[in-house]
Nanobody, 120 residues
Framework: QVQLVESGGGLVQTGGSLRLSCATS????????MGWYRQAPGKQRELVAT???????NYADSVRGRFTISRDNAKNTVNLQMNTLKRDDTAVYYC??????????????WGQGTQVTVSS
């Protein structure tokens, strides 16, 4: 069974930094894109950053220049370095990993989420 487990969330003051990590287990396939979404209270889940298997990255405008996504293909892990945090970054952060299936198409696996709270 494929599992993704996030870690590194917590409480930080405005301007501070956090590093989120996402570890996988039970992965028997070649992972495609990996990335992070977040969901703030009362808001829809939004894309934060993605990274392809070759290392190409994409960021939401709101985090570009402050967040950095990275991955280790050998370990099937993905990280999110978050700097200069703002109160608007407060949310539950979810990691994901994609797999392409010839019959089923794109399958996405999710972690359970980790809370990030930025206080003033």
């Amino acid at each position: 069974q494929v599992q993704l487990v996030e870690s590194g969330g917590g409480l930080v003051q405005t301007g501070g930094s956090l590093r989120l990590s996402c570890a996988t287990s039970g992965v028997w396939f070649s992972i495609g894109d990996m990335g992070w979404y977040r969901q703030a209270p009362g808001k829809q889940r939004e894309l934060v950053a993605t990274i392809g298997s070759g290392g190409s990255t994409n960021y939401a405008d709101s985090v570009r220049g402050r967040f950095t996504i990275s991955r280790d293909n050998a370990k099937n892990t993905v990280n999110l370095q978050m700097n200069t945090l703002k109160r608007d970054d407060t949310a539950v952060y979810y990691c994901y990993a994609d797999r392409g299936d010839r019959k089923l198409g794109l399958l996405r696996y999710w972690g359970q989420g980790t809370q990030v709270t930025v206080s003033s």
